[in-house]
């Protein structure tokens, strides 16, 4: 087996599937507008999946699209009418969880290849024989697996059967995701893309016979947050992934911006790269990939059950709010001979801020604001309307895909 995994990345918007390819990514996974895990997510029209399927495909990349709803008699027909659309798109691959969906993609586009969610469970070799023997080509493994038994199951299938596995991002306290806290709480379904996030809340006891009187889980002055898990980060530990046989990477986060999504897609890129090229040059690199991945939003880090049961530091008790060292201003999209840089506004900055240019080669330069325009050439001093369409020019040169960060002074405080 080829032992050069593939990195997978999330992409909610066709400016992201770009940076993601950009920044290193093989493969990007997205959701269509109906009948994906990520309702909430800003999900592609069939126009711009084509378009993200036509840029990934010129540069090698591939690209995949989410069908993995729990669904329910009422959807299949809408399901059956959306893979015949689908059939135009060119997507190499569909991630599915239910087995009835699952036989529809195989009815309705048998050329598309079927990767099996996490959403299914797929928690032993003789589920993934199973999926090989339905038409599967890949089977994402559930969440509660540890590295020895993903190695286990390596062992026991076809070498032809893809392992996908997660190794960066958000955990859910339920089993493989699959959830009913936010249809019992709001009545929106989280095993059909809706899902409140009801495991960030904050809760407390109370006592039948004393109403009204809450008490924490756990004595704190900020409460307790008893189903919110730490974000998962495997970077540390690329080899031990390599050896297990998982052939993709897969890093979760449709719902993330630009920025993370290029953060967390470079370092693993280079840490794979390093790996692969000499172990001790991985090694040797362990505190920049650390120190990168730190660079963009998280809820503290995990390695999750890859190696064995998790304990109660798996859990944050005392809040439910991400860690964030770096501010996103901005991708680079369109520049000018001066060497000045288009981009969309995400968050105020104003000229004379330092701020950071990260750079899909792997490089940062730190760089001053020189000066800014808006879209009609007027100069302006800062840019406070997010999306605002801006020009600046900083001390460094800007290229196409450059992102344009800065330091979270609030956060060091």
Known sequence: MDKRPEILAPANSLEVLKTAVEYGADAVYIGGEMYGLRAKATNFSLEEMKQGVEYAHARGKKVYVTANI???????????????????????ALIISDPGVFTI??????????HVSTQANNVNYMTFNFWKEQGA???????????????????????DLEIETFVHGAMCISYSGRCLLSNYFTGRDANLGACTHPCRWKYYIVEEKRPGEYLPIEENERGTYIFNSKDLCMIEHI????????NSFKIEGRMKTALYV?????TYRMAVDDYLKDPELYKKNLPLYREEIAKCTYRQFTTGFFFG??????????????????????????????????????NKFSVGDTVELMKPDGTNTTSKVLEMWDE???NVESCPHPQQRIRVKLEAPLNEFDIIRKKDEISEE
């Open 105 to 114: 993609a195989r009815s309705v586009c048998p050329e598309i290849e079927i």
């Open 137 to 159: 080509t890949r089977v994402v493994t559930a969440r509660e697996l540890s590295l020895k038994e993903i190695g286990n199951i390596r062992a026991n299938i076809p070498d």
């Open 262 to 266: 290029a953060t967390v897609v470079r």
């Open 376 to 378: 009609w050439g007027a």
């Open 70 to 92: 729990t669904a329910h008699n009422r959807d299949l027909e809408g399901v059956k009418k959306y893979f015949e659309e689908l059939k135009e798109v060119g997507n190499d």
């Open 309 to 346: 049961p998790t304990t109660h530091e798996t859990q944050i008790y005392d809040s439910n709010t991400y860690v964030r060292s770096y501010i996103y201003l901005g991708t680079v999209h369109g520049v000018e001979e001066d060497g000045t840089g288009w981009i969309q506004q995400k």
């Open 239 to 246: 080899p031990e992934l390599i050896e297990a046989g998982i």
